[in-house]
């Protein structure tokens, strides 16, 4: 079918790497976040107490400070090898990052991946 | 639905008990008449609509080997198109893509202002573009599209409802695919669905049909199915008394129980009418 984004934790990251292993026919993901960094085109999301992301905005993306964003990108190579990051493709405003109790966010990645046939076609 | 049990009940020394699951949800004389009784909205993903599979031409749309009349789903709004007569949203879930279609009320048209039909025009229930939407209506199709004709779209402000609809999903799926939690054959489910969950139709999975048969009857009679299932016997089964003293029931509740059980064709009785065995395939 057409586009899937699965839902994942940046531990996740590189399984969805375009040169992992397997013909993994999508690179796209969602990811939620609090934004903790703004530095020109580049930003830090943090995920819970799951560590932090490193998104390539586009020029017409507006993060703020503190909100909670889900994004939508593609899993790309940082720049001088700094690891993995999303290029960013949308951003959701969530609002404040306590409204969203992150814990039911990893049961959502966790159930998504475990009982994939009703969420993702398999790679 | 008693004519459909009998007519499972009766057929089972030729037919090998082949027809029960289908019997109860799936039977052509279920496809129509069975649309009153199942009023049932029921929380899915994008990918489960387009999956979902349809037996035959007009017939009701299956996910999971279940009729659904009504789905219920939260996605991103891709697209908003106004038309004279209907608005059309395009929600993207994150699982795939469907077409979503609301009637305007020719009601509310040029009553805007008014409290009535969709309320508050402008105000809190305005659907945005990419925000997301909660959507409740019934699977159509025109031609070989298929979308959602909507009874309501909604805008979902909290994440959490996001959340708890994609676990609720889950949820429903897992009852449909492997039978109620703790269910008889919760633990020999689990391995079969492990492989097979793939296979969206279920149809085959003759556990959960016993387990659906299972789930509207009293505890006491589930608590007799327990017992028929776990207690060492031999090819007769067990005898209501024997039930009776190891659930320490006086046997009228225990033969109350059975009827139940009998009637739904999940037991069956074997040397005499008191002494009952598991139907298995």
Known sequence: ?123 | MDGGYNNNYNSYGGGGGGGFMPGEMNSPSGGKGGDRDNKTLRPVTVKQIVDASQPFPEANYQVDGADVANVLFIGQVRNISSQSTNVTYKIDDGTGEIEVKKWVDSGSADSMDTDEGKAPGSGKNEIELNGYARVSGAIKSFGNKRYIGAHNVLPVKDINELHCHILEATVVHLFFTRGPPGGANAGAKGAVAAGGDAVMGGADDYGAGQNRALMSMSPLAKKVYQVLRTEPQDDTGLHVQQIAAKMNVPATDVARAGEELLGAGVIFSTSDEQTWAILEY
């Open chain 1, 1 to 123: 079918m057409s586009l899937q984004t699965p839902r994942i934790l940046p531990a996740h990251l590189n399984a969805f790497h375009p040169s992992s292993s397997g013909p993994r026919s999508t690179h796209t993901v969602r990811i939620l976040g609090t934004v903790t960094g703004l530095r020109g085109d580049q930003a830090t999301i943090t995920c819970g107490n799951n560590g932090d992301v490193t998104l390539l905005l586009k020029p017409d993306s507006h993060l703020q400070m503190g909100k909670l964003v889900e994004v939508v990108g593609k899993v790309t190579d940082l720049e001088d090898g700094q690891g993995l990051g999303i290029r960013v493709l949308g951003t959701t405003d969530w609002g404040n990052p306590s409204d969203c109790d992150y814990k039911i966010y990893e049961q959502v990645v966790e159930a998504t991946h475990r009982f994939k046939s009703i969420f993702y076609d398999a790679e």
